[in-house]
């Protein structure tokens, strides 16, 4: 099967061999559907013990896979109506980020995401879904008009990160990034953050300042990229395996850091194996977290903002004040 | 600037076959000639294809009657402020004669027609500026008609919907010109504040003043496909910059690309995918919001 994953490789092998001795029962005269379903019950232990037990950076692998749904295949499935509206009315537009309108389930929303390409292409086109100061402008331009029009806001969130380039700070990606958390604050329409594939730092956080925050289950988020972390932490990027590990990204440890609300469940194997499904599984947290927010006024909403993120962090105090007499 | 789009659209402009059995209900010709295919057509059928060309998609010149018969439901559409006209605040020579003459030809009273319709049902205030009367320009009637026509849309509840086509401020009105840019887009932004939708459907041409107010100030900025659109003219810049500009330059593609448009819709699709924008604003769903 086209893009196996190391880890996965026994079950795959498997599902090989059940498959030849189904195919040789069909020519051959012979009776194996005992063993055939023998194997079968193999296999689906053998998806059990590996698929459930994955590592953080088996996670990853599965985050980063090329055919991992994108925020446009889970808007195709999920929304009605959508109408896609371009550029940040200033500079550009980002295609590493798409927004606009549309209908989830009949109620007017705004949804937003990043977006990586399908192809090498789509990706240059897209810029690996790396953003540049005119994508968030442009996400804000479209949470702004959300907010008039009283519409909910969904985010999918799926980037590496911001994109690190010349032009990307001439234009300002840390005043776009950080107007962008600012003004998420004041929002007094309910924002549901959905992390979909890899949450990388600054860039994964301009879409990210939600009233819940929901992540798949084999997504990351995190302040940076394995190998990033390896460079810094050990001056080595080959122990990115590693740093994942110790870095706690994935959707489970982020859950337990208090920072994520909800872990969406998926598909066995990562959400690539069946993306209608995944995207039935997203749409009923989505709807849930949708009827609970709608339930606060504004004023709540806001609040509810702020509480969620001042409660996140970790802290203890001594007895005695050390600072400065 | 205005010299400008003057020529260009000249050169546009479809020419008419000139015909022996031309009748009455076919006065611009039983032919038309596409000016940019060059393709020679029926117009009877054209004009079935809301004016666009079936070799090459280029987007004939709408007037205000063939846009609202286009974009309305059927008879759904009521004009207002039909009978207001222009004074000569300038005395500028032949001013009058000249507004008389063009709404002997257009069989209307200013560069915009303005009124309340409705778009698959949904009722809309709605602004259709029309080039074929001083070329769509900008004076103290066209921005009046617009301020009034965007206030009935926030008397009523219901969107503004404007299409533009200007070649930018009426020179004969001077000053008084200037100001209906700020006229209309004080106007918007009360509206806006109160909450109100405004789509802004940008044709060809919008330049100008026009180009720099309320055609830039919708929640949603659309446009045709090839519309040209811009501030200053493409002459005029480049004579300063002394560089020649690119071939698509103020182009509606060009303004997306450059992100001050949110799409561009071809004519045929623009009903039926505004009509899902303006559904979008309504409420709908299972959903019930906390009452604040
Ligand atoms: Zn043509």
Redesign the interface.
């Known amino acids: 099967m086209a893009g196996e994953l190391e880890f996965e490789r026994p079950v795959m092998e498997l599902k090989k061999k059940i498959a030849e001795l189904k195919e040789f029962t069909k020519t051959a005269d012979v009776d194996l559907s005992s063993e055939i379903e023998k194997l079968e019950a193999r296999l689906e232990k053998l998806e059990t013990d590996i698929y459930e037990n994955m590592k953080p950076w088996d996670r990853v692998q599965i985050a980063r896979h090329p055919a991992r749904p994108t925020t446009q295949d889970y808007i195709s499935y999920l929304f009605e109506?959508f109408?896609?509206?371009?550029?940040?009315?200033?500079?550009?537009?980002d295609e590493a980020i798409v927004g606009g309108?549309?209908?989830?389930?009949?109620?007017?929303v705004t949804v937003i995401g990043h977006q990586r390409g399908k192809d090498t292409k789509e990706n240059i086109r897209r810029n690996f879904g790396m953003p540049h100061p005119?994508g968030y402008r442009?996400a804000l331009r479209l949470m702004k008009?959300a907010d008039?029009?009283?519409r909910p806001i969904i985010c999918f969130i799926d980037t590496k990160g911001a994109y690190p380039g010349k032009a990307a700070e001439e234009r300002g990606q840390s005043e776009a990034i950080a107007k962008n958390l600012f003004e998420m604050a004041s929002l007094r329409v309910p924002v549901i953050c959905i992390v979909i594939g890899e949450g990388g730092s600054g860039g994964a956080l301009a879409l990210g300042v939600g009233n819940h925050i929901h992540m798949l289950e084999n997504s990351t988020y995190s302040v940076i990229s394995p190998e990033g972390a390896a460079a810094i932490l050990w001056k080595d990027a080959t122990q990115a395996k590693k740093a994942a590990e110790s870095m706690r990204i994935t959707a489970p440890d982020l859950k337990e850091l208090g920072v994520v609300d909800e872990i969406i469940e998926e598909v066995k194997g990562g959400a690539h194996k069946d993306v209608k499904v995944q995207a039935a599984e997203i749409g009923e947290v989505l709807y849930q977290s949708?009827?609970d927010l709608?339930?606060?006024?504004?004023?709540?909403l806001i609040d509810h903002r702020y509480n969620k993120f001042k409660s996140i962090g970790e802290y203890s105090f001594l007895k005695e004040f050390i600072g400065v007499k | 600037m205005l010299k400008d789009i003057f020529t260009k659209t000249k050169k546009k402009k479809y020419a008419t076959i000139p015909s022996e059995t031309a009748k009455q209900d076919v006065p611009e010709g039983i032919m038309t000639k596409c000016p940019n295919c060059k393709k020679i057509m029926y117009t009877k059928e054209l004009v079935k294809n809301l004016k666009v060309c079936f070799h090459c998609q280029y987007h004939h010149t709408m007037n205000s009657k063939e846009r609202l018969e286009s974009f309305l439901d059927a008879s759904s559409f009521e004009e207002i402020n039909a009978n207001m006209i222009s004074e000569n605040p300038l005395n500028f020579p032949d001013y009058i004669e000249k507004l008389e003459k063009d709404r002997e030809k257009t069989k209307i009273n200013e560069a915009v027609v303005t009124g309340t319709g409705t778009v698959n049902g949904q009722k809309i205030a709605v602004a259709v500026m029309d080039s074929t009367f001083r070329m769509g320009s900008m004076g103290s009637v066209v921005g009046e008609k617009i301020t009034r026509a965007i206030e009935k849309a926030d008397e009523l509840g219901v969107p503004f919907i404007i299409f533009t086509a200007s070649g930018g401020a009426r020179m004969q009105e001077g000053v008084l010109s200037l100001m209906q840019m700020a006229k209309t887009s004080v106007a918007l932004k009360r509206f806006?504040d109160n909450?109100g939708?405004i789509i802004s459907i940008m044709t060809h041409p919008t330049t100008g003043g026009v180009s720099a107010s309320f055609a830039s100030l919708g929640?949603?900025?659309l446009a045709e496909p090839g519309a040209l659109i811009g501030f200053a003219g493409r002459r005029i810049i480049e004579q300063t910059i002394r560089e020649e500009l690119p071939e698509d330059f103020q182009t509606a593609e060009f303004l997306?690309?450059?992100?001050?448009?949110?799409?561009v819709i071809p004519r045929t699709e623009l009903k039926d995918?505004i009509s899902?924008?303006l559904?979008?604003?309504?409420?709908?769903?299972?959903?019930?919001?906390?009452?604040?």
């Open positions: 109506d109408f896609e509206c371009h550029g940040d009315r200033a500079f550009g537009d309108i549309a209908k989830f389930r009949g109620l007017p005119e442009k008009q008039k029009f009283r949708l009827k709608m339930n606060l006024s504004e004023d709540q | 806006s909450g939708l929640d949603y900025n997306l690309k450059h992100g001050q448009l949110d799409a995918k899902a924008i559904s979008i604003h309504q409420p709908g769903g299972d959903f019930q919001w906390q009452e604040n």
